[in-house]
Each structure stands twice: as C-alpha cells, then as structure tokens.
C-alpha cells in the first residue's frame, strides 16, 4: 500500500473521534435500553411481542458498539504505523527532500485555504441576496465564517484574552510556514559568508515603499546556545535601551511567544515610528527558527499620535 492509498482509505483522526463518539452515544443509549421491564402475563400477546423487539434492539445496538469500538482499535492502530513510518522517512531524507516536502505541504494548505475563502465569500454572497430580497438588514451580531481568521489576516489584536492569545499565534505561525519559502526566493541558503544587501523598491497596489535587508553571518558556537543567548534579551528584561531605540516587552504568549514595542529614535533621541512585534521561536531537528512580524492594530496598545506604524517581517 502507498501513502497515497493509505490517504484515501484511512479517516483522519477527526473521523475516528466520530466514530467513538457514535460508539459512547450507543453505550448510553444501550444503558438507558437495559432498565428492567414489567413482567407480562403469558397470554399478554402484544406485551411479548414487545419484549421480544426491545431484546432484538438491545442486541443489534450491542453488536454496533463491538463493531465501532473494533474499527476504531483497528483504524487508530493502522494510522499509528502509518504517521510512524512517515516520520522515519522525513528523518532520513535530506535537507533539500525536506525543503521540498515542506513546500509542497505549504502549497497544499494554501489551496484549501483558498478553497475555504471561495466557499466562504459564496455563503455571504447567497446569504446577501437572500437579506436583499427580504428587504431586511443584516443583523448586526450575525457571525459570518471568515470571522475567525479576519483579525491576525489583518495584522490585529483583540482585546479579549483568549481570541488575543489566537490571533498572535496564527500570525506568527504563518510568518513560520513561509519562512523556507522566502529563503529559497532570496537564494540565502546558497548565500556566503557576511552577505548583506540593501533593496528599495516600490509597491504601486499598495502606494508604498518595501525595503528588503538581507544579512548572512556564520557564528562559531552552537546553534542552541546562540538562540537562547538572544531570546533571553527579551525573556529576562523588560526593558532594553540600545543607542536608536527604545524595546518594551509587553506581554508574553507561553514560553515561546513574546510581543514588544519597539520605538525607532532619531539621532536627537526623539521617536519617529513604533513597532508592536510579535516573535515567536520554533525548535526543529537542526535549527531555531525564531519569525518576527508587526501588528497593525493592537485595541490594547494604541499608536501615538504622531509617529509612523512600521509593517516588518523578518526571520
């Protein structure tokens, strides 16, 4: 059997979850079913008849159970092999076969990504003609299915505390997932020692300027020991004054996710511009992958009036 096969035949672990939840609503009902029942007298025909289809129930429902609680041993143990031998072969390839499968699974989660939006915006467009044609208004509560990935989409952050904590590690994490696929299109994994570029360019859809910095410096020292000396700067102060700015740690997501501020100074220590980033750190086999990126719009930490907002990736 191939791994494509394997895709097709065996439910995911949503389906499993399914399947043992059907299972657990069986045993219920099964147990509700089993209470015992009014003796009947012999010659009580219908009363038989009905005794004799609820033990025909019980046991259908019984052997359902077995048999869901069978497929479901079966299909968690077949998907186990399968997840175990996919792992083995992801750490035996190369560097470049996991480059490779790292894009191809970024390509796949960005075409059901855009599967999910086009189904999505047909809703709306289904639900706005059905308002229109009632000649009512949209009711302002209404929750529509994009509303779950509007706010880190568009670089913000709530003021409720869970939908907050969501919001910045969606971001951040698909800051992550485009990491491998920057490098390759800036060409810095074939990129020498003490590379540093300086690229200014305009972005007329945006009516902006992008400018692209790209640095390239080996260390000798272990890769480890040379992240965690950096993540501490920020995970051990909560204020760090260098000579062009001011870093503010605001509040922390878990032991690997930080969020600051970060106000840029002209050479007269006056503010210009003010970044709210968002950093967060990912352990992979050989590597620390540590991603930045700037929120838009924090409910919680406004901009000053004043100074510039800065719109910053960075990894």
Not at 26 to 46: C, E, F, N, W, Y
Not at 77 to 87: A, E, F, H, I, P
Not at 155 to 182: C, G
Request: glycine share 2%; net charge negative.
């Amino acid at each position: 059997m191939t791994d494509t096969d394997a895709a097709t035949t065996l439910p995911s672990l949503e389906d499993l979850k399914m399947i043992n939840e059907i299972a657990e609503l069986l045993d219920d009902a099964g147990l509700a079913s089993a209470s015992p029942t009014p003796s009947v007298k012999s010659d009580d025909a219908p009363a038989a008849k009905i005794v004799k289809t609820q033990h025909y129930y019980r046991k259908r429902q019984k052997d359902e159970r077995q048999y869901l609680h069978d497929q479901v041993k079966e299909l968690s143990s077949k998907l186990s092999v399968l997840t175990t031998m996919k792992t083995l072969e992801v750490d035996q390839c190369s560097h470049w076969e996991k480059v490779a499968r790292t894009q191809k699974l970024g390509s796949q989660k960005a075409a059901l990504e855009n599967a999910r939006l086009k189904r999505a915006l047909e809703d709306q467009l289904k639900l706005a003609e059905a308002l229109d044609q009632l000649l009512v208004k949209r009711p302002r509560l209404a929750t529509f299915p994009t509303m779950d990935v509007i706010d880190w989409k568009l670089r913000k952050l709530p003021m409720e505390p869970s939908a907050r904590e969501t919001s910045f590690h969606a971001m951040l994490n698909d800051a992550y997932d485009h990491v491998d696929t920057n490098f390759l299109q800036k060409g810095l994994y074939d990129s020498m020692d003490h590379l540093r570029s300086l690229d200014v360019s305009a972005n007329e859809t945006d009516d902006a300027i992008v400018i692209d910095v790209q640095s390239v410096r080996q260390i000798a020292s272990n890769y480890l020991t040379c992240s965690q000396n950096f993540w501490s700067l920020l995970s051990e102060h909560e204020y760090l004054n260098l000579p062009n700015a001011h870093l503010q740690v605001l509040e922390h997501f878990g032991s690997d996710g930080i969020y600051f501020r970060h106000r840029a100074l002209m050479p007269q220590k006056n503010p210009y511009s003010q970044l709210l980033w968002g950093v967060k750190r990912f352990y992979e086999k050989n590597r620390v992958v540590l991603v930045f990126k700037t929120v838009l719009e924090d409910q919680r930490y406004p901009p000053v009036p004043g100074l510039y907002i800065g719109n910053h990736t960075a990894a």
